[in-house]
C-alpha cells in the first residue's frame, strides 16, 4: 500500500482512484500549488507518489506562473485561460525544483493538450489522458501507479550498479527490466562514463535467461582490418597473419549476450555483415561459405546519435532499424543525477574502499588503529561526528568537501567520480598508516583540500568554459517578448542557483566572468523577484 497525493482542482480523480483503486491511500485533493505545497511540508516523508492534473479552474490569485506584464498591468484574459489550462505543468516545475526524487503522474482529460513532451522534458514518470470510461481509465491509472511504485521499491543498488531515485534512471531501469528478458537488441546510449558496459553485463545478461556467456567487444580499440574476424570469426588463410580457423565474437557468445561498445565505429563492410548476421541468424566467417547458426542477444551501445549518424551516411539506414531503435535506452550523466549524490557516494566509497585497489591498505589502517578488519564501513557527511560504535569504521566528508564534489560538472561521469574517490581514499589512508593512531581512530576524515586538488588536477576545460554554461529552460507562450525574456532568465538564475548552493559569486564567475560581480548578480537575482528564503523552503 502507498501514500498518494492528488493535485487536482476537482473531486473526479481522486474519487475514481478510491472506487477503483483502493488499496493505496489518497491524500487531497489539493486545489492548488499552495495547497499541495502545505501537505508536503507536513507529510513529505510518507508520500510515495504525486497524481496531477494538467488543467485547474482556479480563482486567478491561486494561480503560480501568471505572466508579469512590462508595464506592470495585471495579465490579460487569454494570459489567465493559457495560465489555467496548463496550471499542473507550473506546478510541475516547482515539484521538480523542490523534490525532483518525488515521482509525479501527469493527468489530463483533454486530447487537445499535448503533455507527451512536457512530462518528458519536466521528468514526470508517467502520463496519461483519461477517455471518459471509468473501466478503462482506471486500469491505465493503475498499470502506470504500480509501475512507478515497483520502481520506488527496488533497491538503489543492485550489485555492482547504483540506480538512485532520479527519475531519469527509474525509466531507464523500468524500461531495461522488460527489454533484458526479450529477444530484440537493446541500444544503450548516453554519455561515456554513464555505466553502459556495466549494465550490460550485470543486469541485461543475467536477466536474458540465456545459459551462455558474456562477450564484450569495444570496436574503438579494433584495427578496421581486423573488425569483421574479431565478430564473425575467420578461416586459415582469410587473411595475412591467420594459421587456424577461429571463432569471432558472435560464436563465442551463442545462446549469450554479446555487448557492442561504441557501435558508430562499425566499419561500412562489417555494418553489411551484422544487419545479414541478425537479419538470418547465421553466420559466415570470413574465408568460409560454411553458416554457423547463432542465437545471441545482441546489446550495442554508443555516446553517439546513431540517428544522426544515418542522416550523415555514415550508418546504414537499414541496420539502424533492424538494431530497433524504439528500444534505446539513453543514460543520463551524472549532473543530471544531483539528488543521488549523498547516496551514490556513500555507496561509490563503500563500494571503492572493499575493492581489491584498496581492501589491503584500509585493513592495514584498521589494525592499526584496533578495528577488526571484517567490521563495518560507513560513510558519513556533514559536520558533526558521530558517535563511536564498536568494530565500525566511519568515513567522514564535511560539508566543504560535500560542496566540491556537487559543483564539480564530472564531465568523465560515474567512471570519474569513483576514480576520483579511489584516488581520495588511496591518499587518505596512505598518508595515515604512517602516522600515530590517536583520539577517535575510528573516524577518517576525506579532507576538503585533498579533495580539491583532485579536482583541480584532472580538469582539462578553462575556469570558465568557452561553449558557455547550459541548463533547460520551459517556454511559456506570452503576449509581450520583455515577459517571455524575464520569464527565462528566472528559470536559469534559479537554476543556476540550485547548482551553485546560493553562492552569488560562482554564479558571478560563470555570468560574467568575474566572482567579484556577486553584488550585480544579487540585485538582479532580486529585481526578477526571486528570494533565497523560499528557494531555501521549497515545499520540505
Given at each position: 500500500m502507498a501514500t498518494i497525493l492528488v493535485i487536482d482542482d476537482q473531486d473526479r480523480y481522486v474519487d475514481l482512484c478510491r472506487r477503483a483503486i483502493p488499496e493505496h491511500t489518497y491524500l487531497g485533493p489539493a486545489r492548488s500549488w499552495r495547497e499541495a505545497a502545505e501537505v508536503l511540508k507536513k507529510q513529505r516523508r510518507s508520500i510515495d507518489l504525486v497524481l496531477l492534473d494538467v488543467h485547474f479552474d482556479?480563482?486567478?490569485?491561486?494561480?503560480?506562473?501568471?505572466?508579469?506584464?512590462?508595464?506592470?498591468?495585471?495579465?490579460?484574459?487569454?494570459?489567465?485561460?493559457?495560465?489555467?489550462?496548463?496550471?499542473?505543468?507550473?506546478?510541475?516545475?516547482?515539484l521538480r525544483?523542490?523534490?525532483?526524487?518525488?515521482?509525479?503522474?501527469?493527468?489530463?482529460?483533454?486530447?487537445?493538450?499535448?503533455?507527451?513532451?512536457?512530462a518528458e522534458r519536466l521528468d514526470a514518470e508517467e502520463y496519461t489522458y483519461f477517455l471518459d470510461d471509468e473501466y478503462v481509465d482506471a486500469r491505465s491509472l493503475r498499470v502506470q501507479i504500480e509501475n512507478v511504485l515497483k520502481a520506488r521499491r527496488g533497491q538503489d543498488a543492485e550489485g555492482p550498479i547504483f540506480w538512485g531515485r532520479a527519475p531519469p534512471m527509474q525509466r531507464a531501469r523500468a524500461r531495461l527490466q522488460v527489454l533484458a528478458r526479450g529477444r530484440l537488441p537493446v541500444i544503450l546510449g548516453g554519455p561515456t562514463g554513464t555505466g553502459k558496459s556495466l549494465l550490460a553485463r550485470h543486469y541485461i545478461h543475467p536477466r536474458s535467461g540465456r545459459r551462455g556467456k558474456f562477450v564484450s567487444v569495444d570496436l574503438s580499440t579494433i584495427p578496421r582490418d581486423l573488425v569483421g574476424a574479431t565478430l564473425f570469426g575467420s578461416a586459415r588463410g582469410s587473411y595475412t597473419g591467420s594459421v587456424a580457423d577461429r571463432k569471432g565474437a558472435f560464436e563465442e557468445a551463442d545462446n549469450g549476450t554479446l555487448f557492442l561498445d561504441e557501435i558508430g565505429n562499425l566499419t561500412e563492410e562489417a555494418q553489411k555483415m551484422l544487419l545479414g548476421v541478425l537479419q538470418e541468424g547465421t553466420v559466415t566467417r570470413l574465408g568460409?561459405?560454411?553458416?554457423?547458426?547463432?542465437?545471441?542477444?545482441?546489446?550495442?551501445?554508443?555516446?553517439?546519435?546513431?540517428?544522426a549518424l544515418v542522416r550523415q551516411g555514415r550508418f546504414r539506414r537499414d541496420l539502424y532499424m533492424r538494431l530497433n531503435p524504439a528500444c534505446t535506452v539513453v543514460l543520463p550523466p551524472l549532473i543530471e543525477r544531483r539528488g543521488d549524490l549523498l547516496r551514490l557516494l556513500g555507496w561509490t566509497a563503500r563500494h571503492v574502499a572493499e575493492g581489491l585497489q584498496l581492501r589491503s591498505l584500509v585493513n592495514e589502517y584498521r589494525r592499526r588503529a584496533g578495528l577488526p578488519e571484517d567490521g563495518e564501513l560507513v560513510v558519513c557527511t556533514g559536520g558533526d561526528v558521530p558517535e563511536p560504535t564498536p568494530g565500525r569504521l566511519v568515513l567522514l566528508l564535511p560539508d566543504r568537501s560535500v560542496q566540491l564534489l556537487r559543483r564539480h560538472r564530472w564531465p568523465g561521469n560515474l567512471r570519474e567520480f569513483a576514480m576520483t574517490l579511489e584516488n581520495a581514499l588511496t591518499f587518505t589512508f596512505a598518508e595515515l598508516v604512517g602516522l600515530p593512531v590517536g583520539g577517535r581512530g575510528d573516524v577518517v576524515q576525506v579532507r576538503p583540500k585533498l579533495l580539491r586538488d583532485l579536482l583541480q588536477a584532472v580538469r582539462v576545460d578553462a575556469p570558465v568554459d568557452e561553449s558557455g554554461w547550459k541548463c533547460n529552460v520551459h517556454i511559456r507562450a506570452d503576449?509581450?517578448?520583455?515577459?517571455?525574456?524575464?520569464?527565462?532568465?528566472?528559470?536559469y538564475f534559479t537554476k543556476l542557483w540550485e547548482q551553485e548552493e546560493g553562492d552569488f559569486a560562482a554564479m558571478a564567475r560563470i555570468l560574467m566572468g568575474d566572482p567579484e560581480c556577486a553584488r550585480k548578480v544579487q540585485l538582479r537575482f532580486n529585481q526578477l523577484g526571486l528570494k533565497v528564503r523560499e528557494l531555501k523552503g521549497g515545499a520540505g
Open positions: 482556479i480563482p486567478v490569485e491561486q494561480l503560480i506562473g501568471l505572466p508579469t506584464n512590462a508595464s506592470g498591468a495585471p495579465p490579460d484574459d487569454k494570459q489567465i485561460a493559457r495560465t489555467r489550462r496548463r496550471q499542473g505543468l507550473d506546478i510541475l516545475v516547482r525544483r523542490h523534490l525532483p526524487d518525488l515521482p509525479v503522474v501527469l493527468m489530463t482529460a483533454r486530447d487537445d493538450l499535448d503533455i507527451d513532451r512536457a568460409d561459405v560454411l553458416e554457423r547458426r547463432v542465437d545471441v542477444k545482441l546489446v550495442v551501445a554508443t555516446h553517439e546519435d546513431l540517428g503576449g509581450t517578448l520583455n515577459h517571455l525574456a524575464q520569464d527565462v532568465e528566472r528559470q
